[in-house]
């Protein structure tokens, strides 16, 4: 049966053929006079063929910003803008475009001078450079440019233009109290600070008319203490209604200080705060309201809907993982659905350091039309040993390109690393994935999946194949103490999986990602946790939030969240393991030792490759070695190599 959301509705003036929106998403594919790309033309149409009713496109309104981000600010742009457009349009989809402007978000690198932004305050991800703050006469001069995007929008063929008015960005900065300290026309009382967004909206009307959609984008809550309510977000909404060309809400919470609220992470479960937000708009507003928040899966979109949390179904990392994820509902093929895992990597993780959006789970995502699974010219015998996420992309890369494909498991189950990592009740979009992966492993034409089959030297060369692939992931790192083969003592893959009853008192020896999830883990089914980490901080792989190249801040926000404050986990940090006994581990900090008395003792200090399997096979047999088994790294580079080993092969 066909979901209420694929019913056709309007936006303003405006026909939408279904509910379903593809919400704004950074994805810097601009070309280098940041006007529109063939790859932007490609990405956002797939998503319009993939069945979006509304495609939103990110967009910078003011030169004020050094962002690689698309910019219409000329009469130039109007042609490829125009292009995307009409390619869009072609596909029944209609597209707004959203006008932006960053709180602060120069790179002073790059500049070599500090941001301009609403007032003289730190800077998102470096606190030790001050912003500028804009003069009046730079204010008038941004809603000049916005007012020239504006119009260029509606000129372009755009059916609407939404207003970025959210999370602490420029817009939102200058509504809110924590965020604008100025003392000119445009700062001090609420009245004042409302003054910028409605003179805003007052200049794209006088371009562009009444009739003109805008759909504002705003925070009605930002979840941090000194941020606005839900009470003053009620107001601004209700002003904001009153604008003539104002015809939608797109309502987001939290701001950059909690980002982890804006994106949520894996880790975050449950009905995303957004929902609750939105129908306290909807509630107080006569306008159409929606919003998003880890609605990828489709039982879950109709859910929000059908309890009238929101207008439509607003979906936007999963439409990056998946263009076609509502032609698939439509379709009822949602076991086709590559799911997000909500893991940030190729998305936010490529973009907050200025690289182009990928996807973690889809090396096509911002390849469309470039990058092709074509028939292979000389049909091989392929083995791929280990059905991790790495060998599991291979071999279905290499099946769908005719080859004929084994796919050794030495256990009885797929998924690899996944396993562990999808066990814990708080990383459901990960048992997704796997759960993805075996339907189309038994759907794939020329692939055979053979479990309890471990892979020798021996036996793959018996099995006379033309390629072997291996992806048999990383061996984990075990310190040389005494004590360490202890009976107490467990690998964090194994105690993820809860593979025996422990112990009351443990100690997590390593705080990384692998070593937070089981003390978090450990914590939520009762047990007493220690968490010893060696350096100066949890997650210590981590850098500046514009330095970290890969690692999306809103991750290390939300593990600090979970540690800190939603568990009771107690974190020993700059703390080394020195020895394992019976009942306690001895430990060493500043230069003292100490005993802590524990049941269990977890071991989460990181992976090796082993190339042994690569070394005597080397000589005898194409051999590809992919995933953890070639370099350690997270779902994202273990897919990506898989794709790459067999895309041509």
Request: net charge negative; aromatic share 8%; glycine share 8%.
């Amino acid at each position: 049966m066909v979901k209420k959301y694929f019913e056709p509705t309007r936006i303003g003036n405006v026909y939408l053929k279904n509910r379903i929106i593809w919400a704004p998403c950074a994805e810097y594919m601009q070309d280098a006079s940041h006007s529109v790309s063939e790859q932007q033309v490609n990405y956002f149409t797939a998503r319009a063929k993939g069945g979006a009713g509304l495609v939103c496109m990110n967009s910078y309104a003011s030169d004020f910003q050094d962002h690689p981000m698309s910019r219409l600010d000329s009469v130039s742009d109007l042609s490829r803008f125009s292009y995307l457009t009409q390619s869009v349009h072609e596909h029944g989809a209609k597209i707004a475009l959203m006008l932006s402007a960053g709180r602060g978000h120069k790179f002073p690198e790059v500049s070599g001078e500090p941001p301009l932004a609403c007032s003289a305050l730190p800077t998102i991800g470096d606190e030790s450079v001050i912003a500028q703050e804009m003069t009046t006469e730079q204010v008038y001069e941004l809603i000049a440019m916005y007012q020239r995007s504006a119009r260029l929008a509606k000129m372009a063929d755009y059916d609407f233009v939404i207003i970025q008015g959210y999370g602490g960005y420029l817009v939102d900065a200058f509504m809110t109290e924590a965020y604008n300290k100025r003392t000119d026309e445009f700062g001090g009382s609420f009245e004042k600070r409302m003054r910028f967004p409605k003179l805003l909206l007052k200049a794209i009307r006088e371009v562009n008319g009444d009739d003109f959609p805008v759909i504002f984008k705003m925070s009605p809550v930002h979840m941090i203490p000194e941020g606005r309510s839900m009470e003053e977000g009620i107001e601004v909404a209700k002003i904001l209604e009153k604008e003539p060309n104002v015809k939608a809400f797109l309502i987001d919470t939290g701001c950059h200080e909690v980002w982890y609220r804006l994106i949520p992470p894996v880790w975050q479960q449950g009905r995303m705060y957004q929902f609750e937000a939105a129908k306290k708009i909807k509630e107080a507003v006569s306008l159409p309201v929606f919003t998003m928040g880890k609605v990828g899966d489709p039982e879950e979109a109709e859910a929000v809907f059908n309890e009238g949390m929101t207008d439509f179904v607003t979906v936007a990392r999963s439409f990056i993982a998946d263009p076609e994820w509502a032609k698939k509902v439509k379709e009822d093929r949602t076991e086709d659905i590559i799911p997000c895992i909500c893991c940030n990597e190729g998305c936010v993780g490529r973009v907050d350091p200025g690289k182009t959006l990928g996807c973690a789970v889809n090396p096509f995502t911002g390849l469309e039309g470039v990058a092709k699974i074509v028939e292979a010219p000389e049909k091989k015998k392929i083995v791929v040993v280990g059905a991790g996420p790495a060998g599991v992309e291979a071999a279905l890369v290499a099946a769908k390109r005719g080859h004929t494909v084994e796919l050794w498991e030495k256990s009885t189950k797929i998924g690899g690393l996944l396993k562990p990592a999808s066990s814990p009740a708080f990383k459901k979009e990960l048992r997704r994935l796997v759960e993805y992966y075996k339907a189309q492993i038994y759907k794939t034409p020329n692939l055979r999946l053979r479990l309890n089959r471990t892979a020798t030297a021996e036996n793959l060369l018996e099995a006379r194949a033309d390629a072997v692939v291996i992806a048999t992931g990383a061996t984990p790192m075990v310190p040389q103490i005494p004590g360490v083969d202890g009976k107490n003592v467990h690998l964090a893959t194994d105690v993820l999986q809860d593979k025996k009853k422990y112990g009351k008192k443990c100690v997590v020896i390593g705080a990384g990602y692998v070593g937070c999830e089981a003390a978090y883990h450990l914590d939520y089914i009762g047990k007493d946790v220690t968490l010893v980490e060696g350096q100066e901080k949890i997650l210590p792989d981590f850098m500046m939030f514009w330095k970290n190249f890969g690692n999306p801040d809103m991750n290390r926000q939300m593990i600090n969240h979970l540690i800190y404050e939603q568990s009771s986990v107690d974190v020993k940090l700059n703390t080394k393991l020195v020895a394992v006994g019976d009942g306690f581990v001895e430990v060493e900090q500043d230069g003292k030792t100490a005993k802590i008395d524990c049941d269990e003792v977890v071991l989460a200090m990181g992976y090796k490759p082993n190339f042994e399997l690569e070394e005597a096979l080397a000589g005898k047999v194409e051999v590809i070695t992919i995933g953890d088994a070639n370099k350690v790294g997270k779902v994202m580079d273990a897919v990506w190599s898989g794709f790459a080993a067999t895309i041509a092969l």
